[in-house]
């Protein structure tokens, strides 16, 4: 039951699985070695004959994410600007389009990840796509300033998701998807990315809708302390500025290792010296505003009516950051927490006041879970109200939800983690490969529920569906929350004493 196809640069023959047709590692744009390793994405050859489509791509070079979320790593290598697309049938029109970004805070992770598997998205009447993009160094080391011929360095990565996008609005009607009915969609880093395409000019009418999952519009560095990291990168690699011979010599892998010791160092560091305003984050790689591609901070787009036509799914999940502290439990204690909310709200006070509310609200945590759920309104929470907020100036389509449900492994210590509602999305949960976090007995009409918003949402331009309650569109007043749990409800204003006091500071 194989299917081919044509696209624009040349033949596809795919696979079928699951029930829908599924072509796998297509290219959007050309391999990312020699010099167009720092260079924008580059035209796909056109092949003659038919290209055989029913295996996975390769995807850009990386190590292993930590634990929980790190698993045995694809083959990867520069041929890694693929595709990946799920389709009921590639003969019908006007099929709505799901464009699917992955996470990994922007140097791990893929698009062909099990939880990822869109077979679910196409028995459902959508065409779901999933892409990689180069990661990293690779993608996002901001070489301007070192190396004027790679302006655009910065955000190579970028620019991959934007031709990918190009590449869904130029072929996706060969898949039987409608290329004006796009909505794009990611979660944490993949999250951010959507939020950071919203602030684009170049990737402006290429979808209509946006889904950002835990992933908001704070993110980015700006070009001076990008520039600063890429110095170091540079002077860690041996290489000039502007010795285009050396920097050519530098082989992928070791601009992976020194990479990934940096990433290492900001997390151990946070040192401002280096990280600027990415220390916090510990996420040296991200896309570069204050440049030519990306003009502003995303939020402060947004806030200005970049994505004034776009309707939106925002939300996070409720334990965002614990899984992220959880391998350190036993270092924190209630003075380091104390001290990370004196630092965070300006005073000894302020900072001695939110440690009362947040753990008055949560009795019997322990520091690290104390911790977990600051980072988690600085990090994820505070951050997606504030694109709903700034959003809804302009556009009124715009539904806000919180994935509430906790998972049982590690002793329940995780609760609702991030990254636990992408098996809901997908509605995987039957694959173990994809479910990890969630543990073998997910709740499967949650998953119905959840995926159906996310289905809805594409469709029709609205999450509602006849499984939940009653869901109104987000107002800055109100501020009404779907909150996604055995039991489905909407909850005005959740959390609001502790979002409260991030007032003037996100």
Not at 36 to 43: G, M, T, V
Not at 143 to 171: M, T, Y
């Amino acid at each position: 039951m194989s299917a081919t196809v044509q696209i624009s640069s040349g033949q596809l023959r795919g696979g079928h699985e699951n029930g829908v047709h599924v072509f796998r590692g297509i290219p959007y744009a050309a391999p990312v070695s020699g010099a167009n390793r720092f260079r924008p994405p580059q035209p796909v050859e056109p092949w003659s004959g038919v290209r055989d489509a029913s295996v996975n791509g390769q995807i850009s070079l990386q190590v292993e994410l930590p634990p929980p979320f790190g698993q045995p790593l694809p083959p990867a290598g520069p041929d890694c600007l693929n595709l990946n697309v799920w389709t009921p049938d590639p003969s019908a029109s006007g099929l709505p389009v799901f464009v699917w970004i992955h996470g990994g805070a922007f140097y791990g992770g893929s698009g062909i990840e099990h939880v990822y598997d869109g077979a679910s998205f196409a028995r459902n009447g959508v065409v779901c796509v999933t892409i990689n993009y180069r990661l990293g160094a690779q993608g996002f080391l901001h070489l301007a300033d070192h190396f004027p011929q790679f302006a655009d360095s910065g955000n190579c990565g970028l620019l991959d998701q934007i031709e990918a996008l190009r590449w869904v609005k130029k072929n996706i009607s060969a898949f039987g998807g409608d290329p004006n009915r796009v909505t794009i969609a990611g979660e944490s880093a993949g999250g951010m990315s959507v939020t950071t395409i919203l602030a684009t000019p170049s990737a402006k009418g290429l979808f209509q809708q946006a889904i950002p999952q835990s992933g908001a519009g704070h993110n980015g560095i700006s070009a001076p302390t990008a520039s600063r990291i890429a110095g170091v990168v540079l002077s860690r690699l041996g290489v000039a500025p502007g010795d285009i011979d050396a920097l050519n010599a530098v082989s992928d892998e070791k601009l992976l290792e020194v990479q990934v010791a940096l990433i290492a160092e900001a997390g151990s560091t946070r040192d401002p010296e280096i990280f600027g305003e990415a220390a916090p984050s510990t996420m040296p790689f991200q896309p570069v505003y204050g440049t030519f591609v990306l003009p502003q901070q995303p939020i402060s787009a947004v806030a200005a009516g970049s994505a004034a036509d776009v309707s939106m799914l925002i939300g996070t999940t409720k334990d965002e950051s614990v899984v992220f502290v959880v391998a350190m439990a036993e270092l924190f204690n209630e003075g380091m927490v104390k001290g990370l909310l004196q630092a965070t709200f300006g005073d000894a006070e302020k900072g001695e006041a939110a440690f009362r509310l947040y753990q008055s609200n949560r009795p019997g945590a322990l520091p690290f879970q104390i911790t977990g759920a600051v980072e988690s309104d600085r990090m994820f929470i505070v951050p997606a109200l504030r694109l709903a907020e700034a959003q809804t100036k302009y556009n009124k389509n715009v539904w806000m939800y919180r994935f509430d449900w906790g998972t049982p492994i590690y002793d329940g210590m995780l609760g609702a983690c991030h990254a636990l509602e992408l098996a809901f999305v997908f509605n995987n949960l039957k694959d173990p490969r994809a479910s990890y976090l969630v543990g073998p007995d997910g709740p499967q009409q949650l998953a119905d529920n959840v995926h159906s918003a996310w289905v809805n949402f594409t469709k029709n331009g609205s999450p509602e569906h006849s499984g939940i309650p009653t869901w109104p569109r987000f107002d800055s007043q109100r501020r009404p929350t779907m909150l996604f749990d055995m039991e489905c409800k909407v909850v005005d204003r959740p959390n609001e004493e502790e979002v409260s006091l991030w007032a003037g500071i996100l």
